[in-house]
């Protein structure tokens, strides 16, 4: 099968790192193929970095359609554009924070997050909100690393963030991490070696449920919400989709 990830932000190194994260998880057979947007935020840090990045995801999948892709993954922690993804997407469409509470939630009783900026917090708390799983989360922490550092990552930014996984497990009871970032997702593993815990890095937790759906040939339902949208006159810069 064919997954496309779209990272949602124009940085290239991470989307190199995000496709190699998911290359390493895939099953014989899976083949990535990882792009970004051609403009936009180079981090998603903000809610307006967010609003900007969806128009990119948008512009994605609408390219991904031409190309046989079997199932979609949108590889920043907000999930952005994850509905309008699904209305206009023929396969099915996975966020990684979707899928990494899913996984999160089957291997242990209370998962906590640690994400990157203190301001991100808010947007991890509604995504908790929005697919509910407030009761199985035992909290959000920040480690106050700015995304585009994990592209060098030093040693102490990793030890800062291993101390915050260390303090939900200790101070908040959790039991399993998600970790808040795509940028994260190589460190998963060595993580998990030193916290004793499962660590959950969304982009391999999304791939392992693409697969699924796929063997399992199930795709978005288009009955209803997903519906694709209704043909309309765009405006503007936006005048291409008009239909
Ligand atoms: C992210 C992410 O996953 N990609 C990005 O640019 N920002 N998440 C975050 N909490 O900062």
């Known amino acids: 099968m064919q997954i496309h990830i779209i990272n949602p932000n124009t940085t290239a190194s991470m989307t190199d790192k995000i496709g190699e994260a998911a290359r390493q998880v895939a099953a014989d057979g899976t083949t990535i193929m990882a792009t970004n947007p051609r403009s ?51 396969a099915p469409v996975i966020g990684v924070a979707e899928a990494a509470f899913k996984l999160a939630s089957i291997v242990s009783h209370r998962f906590g997050i640690v994400t990157t900026l203190a301001r991100t917090l808010p947007a991890a708390e509604h995504l908790l909100q929005r697919y509910g799983y407030q009761h199985l989360c035992s909290g959000a922490r920040a480690a106050d690393i700015p995304v585009l550092d994990l592209e060098e990552l030093q040693q102490d930014t990793f030890e800062q963030l291993k101390n915050e996984c260390l303090a939900a497990i200790q101070q908040d009871g959790a039991d ?43 795709s978005t339902s288009k009955g209803g919400q997903y519906a694709a949208p209704i043909q309309k006159q765009f405006i503007g810069r936006y005048q291409h989709w008009s239909r």
């Open 40 to 90: 936009g935020p180079v981090s998603i840090e903000s809610h307006f970095d967010e609003a900007i990045s969806a128009v990119g995801v948008a512009e994605e999948i609408l390219a991904g359609e031409r190309n046989n892709v079997d199932a979609y993954i949108i590889a920043c922690f907000g999930d952005p554009a994850l509905d309008a993804a699904r209305e206009i997407a023929s």
């Open 176 to 218: 399993s991490i998600v970790l808040g970032c795509a940028g994260m997702s190589e460190l998963a593993q060595e993580l998990s070696s030193c916290l004793n815990v499962p660590v959950i890095d969304g982009v391999s937790a999304a791939v392992k449920l693409a697969e699924s759906l796929h063997q399992l040939k199930l």
